[in-house]
């Protein structure tokens, strides 16, 4: 595993165990792929306008809520983006407003993977919301991943508790603080194993992120 921490790494395809072998190649020829973290934070937004992934891969979005996930998918993402907030503004619009969020919440969770479901089953590459604590979901992108003879990355936001909650009151969406300690644990055991250089299993990369560099980011590409 390799810690990066120098240096504008722009592109997170092809990272060979072997020179020369791409992606496709590795998984046709059952050779493992080396694991690489890039570390973008404290740089001031002076970090790579894009982050290129080779054709068909996945990329999943974790963090905190309210760390701009949902942001950084809608102004960044090429390839197709599936955000759990989609869900859940359709099903806002359909249920009356006296309705608590908790009683329709298992109906949004089931429309939210039954789209990327549908997603995974187009052979596109595609852009996922993850919250951090639905590791299942991690190791579901990594099979799908493997199937297909791509990679799944992994892009981790990497902001304060305060920043957080700060976000969630300006979408105007909070979460409760036992839910929010569960996504602190979750979120922070990632970036702790990040920074040793471990990646969730199944995962080709991992890209840490700040404030400052997710802010920078332009473009999330497939090609």
């Known amino acids: 595993m390799t810690l990066q ?14 020179p020369g072998l791409p992606a496709r190649g590795r998984a046709a020829a059952g050779v493992a792929a080396l694991p690489v973290v890039r570390d973008l934070r404290d740089r001031g937004g002076r970090g790579p306008r894009a982050l290129t992934f080779a054709a068909g891969d996945l990329v999943v979005v974790s963090g905190l809520p309210g760390s701009g996930k949902s942001t950084l998918i809608a102004r960044a993402a090429q390839g197709r983006g599936i955000d ?17 969020y908790a009683v329709y ?3 949004v969770r089931l429309a939210h993977y039954a789209g990327l479901r549908r997603a ?24 799908e991943a493997g199937r297909r003879g791509t990679a799944l990355h992994l892009l981790l936001l990497d902001v304060t508790p305060g920043t957080a909650r700060e976000g969630q009151r300006e979408r105007g969406r909070g979460v ?17 194993d ?30």
């Open 176 to 192: 409760s603080g036992y839910a929010f300690g569960r996504h602190r644990r979750a979120v922070g055991r990632l970036v702790r």
């Open 105 to 107: 919440r298992p109906l």
């Open 5 to 18: 921490r120098t240096g504008a790494y722009a592109t997170t395809a092809g990272v060979p165990a072997q």
């Open 84 to 100: 759990s907030q989609d869900a859940r503004e359709r099903w806002e619009r359909r249920v009356p407003g006296f309705l608590p």
């Open 120 to 143: 995974l089953r187009s052979g596109e590459s595609v852009v996922v919301h993850d919250c951090g604590t639905q590791a299942w979901v991690r190791r579901w992108l990594a099979r």
């Open 194 to 223: 990040a920074e040793r250089g471990v990646v969730p299993r199944g995962c080709a990369s991992a890209v840490l992120l700040d404030r400052p560099a997710a802010s920078a980011l332009t473009r999330i590409a497939f090609g």
